[in-house]
């Protein structure tokens, strides 16, 4: 094949995939990337940013991003990493409380953690043979605090390694009470990490009135506990995929993840991935440079007021939240969601579905406009009557 023969052959398959700005795509967590990235990509297309000593600016850049969301994050010297995504950050997270549990000479290591917590952590678990305790829900699909310090309490001689703490819980939007649980943690010298891959790019920049006074949104580094913080610029940072964080309070965490990597320019390295590219941290550091603080007030309020406006339609036919949007996620309740869902995507509206509560999940991502909305919500209705 010549190269115009590859790019039209290409430009078939492409045509296949789903696009953002057509407003199908209700159930994902991403969205269209800001234009800048498509500069910024072919600009750092061939770095390798396993191989840092080779591309010194490109890691340059990595320490800067690190640096500017470690202090929207209330930390002034965080240390981490831009990667593939939510997943890796977590399995990261996870294998820290792992070799650091193992360093204690622990024969298990024993995790706190969400029944609403990502697959991820699943996976983390079968990896490592982690030990889970989950703790029940309350009304607000939330940690029950007062099981979590009850249990501690009962299982002294069990010691608990680590708390799982959810900030946009990929379900429901919803946010553990991680002050509460930090006070916990703090006092009985428990590592905590908080999953925001989502709620990390929204919390820091939601505006007060979009606050729900029965929810505590504090989750970062200003809470003495907190160790280490997912967070995704791929998801509502407008970064294009591959671009997955994971910040921990401190340096001191990088010898617990170094492994010897004597063929490369830096000895060790840290990441599960070893070749990764520049493009994420690049990217990232463009958008964020770019949009600034107030760019992403205005991106998260808009989000925001297209959640309530979902809400609102969906209640004028008969739709009930199952609770108030935290964040700009929304769950609708639905007697059988899975049929729902394939029905819809028949017709072209790809939803995706709970599984703590018999509901449909929309994300309200920026590329969604509300006559995406007003056209979904007639779709739903009609599925409904069939």
Not at 360 to 380: C, G, S, T, W
Request: glycine fraction near 6%.
């Amino acid at each position: 094949m010549n190269e115009k023969e590859v790019l039209d052959a290409l430009k078939k398959y492409r045509e296949m995939d789903l696009k953002y700005e057509d407003g199908r795509i209700l159930g994902s967590m991403c969205t269209k990337p800001h234009p800048i990235s498509k500069k910024i990509s072919e600009m750092f297309f061939e770095t390798n940013l396993g191989d840092p000593g080779l591309f010194k600016g490109t890691k340059k850049l990595e320490d800067e991003v690190i640096q500017m969301m470690g202090n929207f994050l209330n930390n002034n010297n965080p240390f981490g990493y831009i990667i593939s995504g939510g997943t890796e950050a977590n399995i990261t997270a996870m294998r820290t409380i792992k070799n650091i549990s193992r360093k204690k000479g622990n024969k298990t290591t024993t995790v706190i953690i969400p029944e609403t917590a990502h697959f991820s952590f699943e996976k983390a678990r079968e990896m490592m043979d982690l030990q889970y305790i989950k703790p029940p829900l309350t009304d607000y699909y939330t940690m029950d605090v007062k099981y979590i310090k009850d249990y501690i309490e009962d299982n002294k001689n069990n010691k608990i390694d680590a708390i799982v703490g959810i900030a946009g819980c990929t379900e429901l939007g919803t946010i553990d009470n991680i002050k509460a649980i930090s006070k916990l943690a703090e006092e009985n010298s428990i590592y905590l990490h908080v999953d925001a891959a989502f709620g990390g790019f929204v919390i820091p920049f939601l505006e007060d009135k979009y606050k729900l006074n029965n929810y505590n949104y504090e989750f970062d580094f200003s809470l003495n506990a907190v160790s280490s913080i997912t967070i995704d610029p791929h998801k509502m940072g407008l970064a294009p995929i591959p671009a997955g964080g994971i910040l921990f309070r401190d340096i001191s965490f990088k010898k617990y993840l170094d492994v010897e990597a004597p063929y490369l320019t830096d000895i060790h390295q840290a990441t599960l991935i070893g070749t990764r590219t520049g493009i994420g941290v690049a990217s990232t550091w463009g958008v964020m440079k770019l949009l600034g603080e107030e760019g992403y007030k205005n991106i998260v309020s808009e989000c925001m007021d297209k959640t309530y406006y979902l809400i609102k339609k969906a209640k004028e036919y008969g739709f009930k939240p199952v609770i108030d949007p935290v964040l700009n996620i929304v769950a609708l309740e639905d007697e059988n969601p899975s049929e729902t869902c394939l029905k819809l995507r028949e017709i072209g509206w790809y939803v995706s579905i709970c599984k703590c509560v018999g509901a449909l999940r929309i994300i309200v991502m920026p590329h969604i406009e509300k006559e995406h909305i007003d056209e979904f919500v007639e779709a739903l209705a009609s599925v409904k009557k069939n």
